[in-house]
């Protein structure tokens, strides 16, 4: 089974340029989660989505940060326009339902450093 | 809120040593805990998690962890430390008082010594 994919895996951009990130969650998982992950931090929620549907978007900064997922499968999170403070890891991750409880598969994640 | 402390940033042990990784929790209510390992370049991976069954979890790769209540703690454990248990281990959160979201702490790096 394959896992979470995300793309690009590395990214390098000037500040105040554009940069967008995708990410295919695993097959038949209706929940999709942005994460934003610091050096030596533990990741943070940016939003989730049931299908198509974000229900919490409540720490995304709207003034540049947007996302979305259309149909429900992939989804592409953007920032217009990036700042130095943006440069981390940004994490999707994915499960099969909303719970609290459930497993949420995590993908490799990209690293963008904006210069 | 619910927030997590993982006490030391780095831990180091020698190959075949005991692993123990702290986490401290406070929550309102009894919360879901979680406990993820992460390897260089790649996404987090479950290791166990505790969901008001028993309170001795036991996970993958040979970690275990024992929610305590009256400590607030949930801390991960391993009798034999392996060099390939070397990665960086995250505890997390989740219930009403998040608003169930997941929270993690700032995760702990172990070193495994040869």
């Known amino acids: 089974e394959a896992g979470v994919v995300q793309s690009p895996r590395y990214k390098i951009i000037e500040k105040k340029q554009p940069v967008a990130f995708w990410c295919n969650p695993i097959?038949?998982?209706?929940?999709l989660y942005w994460y934003l992950q610091n050096l030596g931090q533990g990741p943070e929620l940016l939003i989730r989505?049931?299908?198509?549907?974000?229900?919490?978007d409540s720490q995304l900064p709207k003034d540049r940060f947007s996302a979305e997922r259309l149909k429900g499968v992939d989804s592409t999170l953007k920032i217009q326009p990036a700042e130095l403070g943006d440069s981390a890891v940004y994490l999707c991750?994915?499960?099969?339902?909303?719970?609290?409880?459930?497993?949420?598969?995590f993908g490799p994640g990209t690293r963008l450093t904006v210069l | 809120a619910q927030s997590v402390t993982q006490l030391g940033s780095h831990v180091s042990v020698s190959e075949g040593a005991l692993v123990l990784l702290r986490c401290n929790y406070s929550?309102?209510?009894?919360?879901?805990l979680f406990w993820y390992v992460q390897y260089p370049n790649q996404g987090l991976q479950l290791l166990l998690k505790y969901t008001s069954a028993a309170t001795l979890v036991k996970g993958i790769n040979g970690f275990e962890a024992e929610f305590k209540k009256s400590e607030t703690s949930f801390h991960l454990t391993k009798p034999s430390a392996h060099m390939s248990d070397a990665a960086e281990y995250f505890c997390a959160v989740s219930g009403p008082d998040s608003s169930y979201k997941l929270i993690f702490g700032s995760g702990t790096r172990l070193l495994v010594r040869p």
């Open positions: 929550s309102s209510v009894p919360p879901y």
């Open positions: 991750a994915s499960s099969s339902g909303g719970a609290a409880f459930n497993e949420q598969f």
């Open positions: 097959s038949g998982h209706n929940t």
């Open positions: 989505y049931e299908n198509e549907e974000a229900v919490d």
